[in-house]
Nanobody
Framework: QVQLVESGGGLVQAGDSLRLSCAAS????????MGWFRQAPGKERESVAA????????YYADSVKGRFTISRDNAKNTVYLQMNNLKAEDTAVYYC?????????????????????WGQGTQVTVSS
């Protein structure tokens, strides 16, 4: 069982930057693919970024490409989301997720099964 705790959210202005962190415990972190998701009020949760177990491969939603960067430090059991040039439409609760299957993190698994483990979320609010 993996426990995930996000931090780093807050209220910023459009154009600012934030870095989210997600600390993992209770499992072998380097065995898990990791992802960041977000859910805005009245909208479905969407994938933002994903990273493979070793960090060699990363994937992004079109809406954040070129602005967000996912990274991980397996020695610190932590995954990060660096968010630059934030926009009002980035306002959402951001969740990190873990799963041994990168396909599940990316939403490409059979039956659209999603990640097994989730954090509690951190609010990001971008004022325009």
């Amino acid at each position: 069982q993996v426990q995930l705790v996000e931090s780093g959210g807050g209220l910023v202005q459009a154009g600012d930057s934030l870095r989210l962190s997600c600390a993992a415990s209770g499992g072998t972190f380097s065995s898990y693919a990791m992802g960041w998701f977000r859910q805005a009020p009245g909208k479905e949760r969407e994938s933002v970024a994903a990273i493979s177990e070793g960090g060699g491969s990363s994937y992004y939603a079109d809406s954040v490409k070129g602005r967000f960067t996912i990274s991980r430090d397996n020695a610190k059991n932590t995954v990060y989301l660096q968010m630059n040039n934030l926009k009002a439409e980035d306002t959402a609760v951001y969740y990190c997720a873990a799963d041994p299957s990168l396909s599940r993190i990316r939403g490409q698994a059979k039956g659209k099964m999603g990640p097994r483990f989730w954090g509690q979320g951190t609010q990001v609010t971008v004022s325009s």
